[in-house]
């Protein structure tokens, strides 16, 4: 298959196509079954349509909600959608991304409250919210990594600007995730996830076989960080437990992946199992990290970066990961990923993956940027209205991570195409000095 855009006016027209790749995803004309709600052990998520973590890098410098963050939850919060999974909140400074990045302490918890206040007064459904509790990493402000990577300390460190993190600062950084889990609990949300993808920190350990100690080298080393702290939050928490997971990171030699960077799956199907044995209630399943290989993890067919690959077959990967870990589970809820690109028929596909048994419920990102109401016109009209949907442009990518408030380009043009020009004039301004000094 060529690298073919998207331009399907039909259902049938998408199966045929994807059944040309070998790839019999269930398309469902009856979106009803997304109504459904879910049970886990506390709570009730009120529909099957999940909103991903996505970043508008628009904190306020302490950590807090800005206006911008708030009226995006706000837009969430009033498009009907049954799980909000907020974006990255560092558990520490250290572990901010960037001034941008939320940061949930004990001294700004009260602004927290009041943004799942919102969340909660703009919704008629009560959904549940997840924070995403997070260590950057090999990407935050102080540089900590797992271990050296040779694909990914290209992208991310310079030659002296990096700390292998201790085993004696991981410890202190469990008690962190802990801390944070009890303020998440305390503002007012109803799961913490202990984030475990894209090559963050935590997903750094379970892909770091080159280093010594009792986090790294074999896979119960690896693995210990994660499922001590999941302990650690279940023995101390009254909170739902979730973890968004890297299923394999797509790079040669890493975690659940062979030496060319192919799928090898035992370890994710033995960890998932694991997860579920210790209390985690929800896995939402991911790939690959944006900053070495986006089109695994967001498949796109527009844009300056060119995906080796049709993004048809990203689709397919993820949603086959997605139903690989459904398979390998039989308790803890799975949140499905790959939805957007399939634009309006992002919904049948949800609703034929539900009705398979694929998925529990449906995560839906960018899709989330560009048509935060998108639920909303599913439950009320069964289906997406094609004007308003993601076209994959990945503008909103480019933004964030370039350090710039981060949204929709072409649906929300009147806060971020300011933005996106200003990103094409910097670049245009490298690319002239760049020149003269040549």
């Keep these: 298959m060529k690298n073919k855009k998207f331009n399907y006016s039909s259902l049938k027209e998408l199966r045929s196509d994807l059944n040309g790749i070998d790839f019999e995803l269930p398309l469902s004309g009856n979106t009803e079954v997304l109504k459904n709600q879910l049970k886990t052990e506390r709570n009730i998520i009120p529909n099957r349509i999940a909103i991903h973590p996505m970043e508008g890098a628009d904190a306020n410098d302490d950590g807090t909600p800005s206006e911008l963050t708030k009226r995006r939850y706000k837009r969430f919060a009033a498009g009907g959608a049954g799980l909000i999974w907020l974006e990255a909140i560092a558990v520490d400074k250290g572990g901010r991304a960037n001034s ?17 206040t919102l969340i909660k007064k703009e919704s008629d459904c009560n959904p549940y919210t997840v924070a995403q509790l997070t260590h950057s990493g090999r990407f935050g402000e102080n540089k900590l990594i797992a271990a050296r990577d040779k694909k990914l300390d290209s992208v991310s460190i310079s030659e002296n600007d990096f700390q292998i993190i201790t085993d004696a600062e991981l410890e202190q950084l469990q008690l962190d995730y802990l801390n944070a889990a009890k303020l998440a609990k305390e503002a007012g949300f ?24 009792k986090y790294g080298g074999s896979y119960e080393n690896r693995t ?69 290989k986006p089109h695994v993890n967001r498949p796109y067919d527009n844009g300056g970066y ?8 990203g689709v397919k990967r993820l949603l086959s990961l997605t139903k690989f870990t459904k398979d390998n589970l039989e308790n803890a809820l799975v949140v499905g990923t790959g939805f957007s690109w399939l634009r309006q028929f992002g919904a049948n596909a949800a609703a034929g993956m539900i009705e398979e048994g694929w998925t529990d419920l449906a995560g839906f990102g960018r899709q989330g940027f560009a048509y935060p109401d998108f639920a909303r016109d599913i439950f009320e009209k069964g289906e997406m209205d094609k004007s308003k949907v993601c076209i994959s442009c990945s503008k909103c990518a480019e933004l964030k991570a370039n350090k710039k408030k981060a949204g929709c380009v072409i649906r929300d043009q009147e806060l971020y195409l300011p933005i996106y020009r200003e990103l094409q004039q910097e670049r245009q301004e490298k690319e002239i000095v760049y020149s003269v000094e040549e």
């Design 224 to 292: 210990r960080f994660l499922k001590e702290t999941v302990k650690k939050v279940k023995a101390n928490v009254d909170i739902d437990i979730a973890v968004r997971l890297n299923i394999y990171d797509a790079i040669a030699g890493g975690w659940a992946a062979d030496e060319d960077g192919k799928p090898e799956l035992k370890e994710s199907a033995r960890l998932i199992r694991e997860l579920e044995e210790l209390g985690v209630q929800l896995i939402n399943i991911t790939a690959s990290t944006p900053y070495l």
């Design 100 to 116: 941008s990045q939320l940061f949930l302490n004990k001294a700004n918890l009260a602004k927290f409250k009041e943004l799942i």
């Design 306 to 313: 060119q995906p080796p690959e049709p993004p048809q077959i």
């Design 190 to 213: 109803e799961a913490v996830d202990i984030k475990s993808c894209h090559r963050y920190l935590l997903s750094g350990l379970l892909a770091a076989k080159n280093r010594d100690g």
